[in-house]
């Protein structure tokens, strides 16, 4: 199982005004299409998937989104390869050890561009940040 490429394809960033109080943030992966894509490596032509995906974080109240979608490119044997597909056009689904490996590809990448976008439009970052709390006084001891 080799994941060979990433591309995003479409990046779309919208920000509203006037939003306060309490913000939610809820961020989704989805896988939207499978398709096959013979390469050509060498002189060998090798079959590999091509899974399009959207990812998305929304902000409510309505304050703004975060959309992006692309491809990945994913190898493995012709037969494996083939059932992926086959599967895929049959009920839309994918083998959870292949899902688990494709959408954690496509989180850290997204996340870390929906991080930068966030900040380039000034809201709030869609995952939670680490911060540093100051230290608490303890009560003297009598």
């Known amino acids: 199982m080799t994941i060979l490429g990433f591309n995003f394809k479409e990046i779309n960033v919208t920000r509203k005004e006037g939003v306060k109080g309490k913000i939610n943030i809820k961020n989704n992966v989805v896988i939207t299409d ?19 995906f959207e990812f998305s974080s929304v902000y409510d109240p309505d304050m703004g989104k975060i959309v992006l979608g692309g491809d990945l490119m994913f190898m493995e044997s012709s037969t494996k390869t083939k059932q992926i597909l086959d599967e895929w056009n049959k009920s839309k ?19 870390i561009e929906a991080l930068v976008l966030s900040q380039k439009v000034s809201l709030p970052p869609p995952i939670p940040m680490p911060s540093v709390k100051g230290a608490e006084e303890k009560p003297a001891k009598k």
């Open 93 to 111: 689904k994918i083998d959870k050890e292949i899902m688990a490996a494709l959408l954690n590809t496509v989180l850290t990448k997204c996340n």
């Open 34 to 52: 499978v398709k096959e894509h013979d390469l050509s490596l060498g002189d060998k032509n090798q079959s590999a998937l091509r899974f399009t």
